[in-house]
T-cell receptor
Framework: RKEVEQDPGPFNVPEGATVAFNCTYS??????FFWYRQDCRKEPKLLMS???SGNEDGRFTAQLNRASQYISLLIRDSKLSDSATYLC??????????FGTGTRLKVLA | SAVISQKPSRDICQRGTSLTIQCQVD?????MFWYRQQPGQSLTLIAT?????????ESGFVIDKFPISRPNLTFSTLTVSNMSPEDSSIYLC????????????FGSGTQLSVL
């Protein structure tokens, strides 16, 4: 079993829609969780950290479910510019970041 | 966020040759790492670059194939040695810095194609 798993998608959604991605992790000792955004042929960029109580940044909401070992990312009012691949990541050990394969999102006009 | 400069941005190399990728961070660095991302795959950690000592390699990666240097806190190199077409990939330098509150940031990557 992979340490971090994501549905590769693509998720095709119309502009203005709400879309959610989940990411499961296998290491129950994982302590930190993140969502990264990666545009085509670009490096991953940190979108947001995921806190135990859940957190929101504008149209983006991240949540953590430790009991079921998954994190989620909710995007409201999708924009064309949100089209990208979204990578989830956890830390295994102090600073070792493990990444999922990413979920592709296409927002359609 | 920290600025991580990586070069070259891309290269096309012949089988059997070696390529050295450079990474420079503009702020005080806690840790530096090298990742590989093959087409359609996730980021795979190659190694942790340790300042002044040998890098710590992940399973499946060895020093003879991917020698890494880190002569100071803000600079590291990764060499892909004796390349084969299977080494074609994007190689990414990354760092944790105090400026980034210890979150992981990436350089712009090196797109390597081996013929």
């Amino acid at each position: 079993r992979k340490e971090v798993e994501q549905d590769p998608g693509p998720f095709n959604v119309p502009e203005g829609a709400t879309v959610a991605f989940n990411c499961t992790y296998s290491n129950s000792a994982s302590q930190s969780f993140f969502w990264y955004r990666q545009d085509c042929r670009k490096e991953p960029k940190l979108l947001m950290s995921v806190y135990s109580s859940g957190n929101e940044d504008g149209r983006f909401t991240a949540q953590l479910n430790r009991a079921s070992q998954y994190i989620s990312l909710l995007i409201r009012d999708s924009k064309l510019s949100d089209s990208a691949t979204y990578l989830c990541s956890t830390t295994s050990g102090t600073y070792k970041y493990i990444f999922g394969t990413g979920t592709r999102l296409k927002v359609l006009a | 966020s920290a600025v991580i400069s990586q070069k070259p941005s891309r290269d096309i190399c012949q089988r059997g040759t070696s390529l050295t990728i450079q990474c420079q961070v503009d702020s005080q660095v806690t840790m530096m790492f090298w990742y590989r991302q093959q087409p359609g795959q996730s980021l795979t950690l190659i190694a942790t670059a340790n300042q002044g000592s040998e890098a710590t390699y992940e399973s499946g990666f060895v020093i003879d194939k991917f020698p890494i240097s880190r002569p100071n806190l803000t600079f590291s190199t990764l060499t892909v040695s004796n390349m084969s077409p299977e080494d074609s990939s994007i190689y990414l330098c990354s760092a944790l810095t105090h400026a980034t509150n210890e979150k992981l940031f990436f350089g712009s990557g090196t797109q390597l194609s081996v013929l």
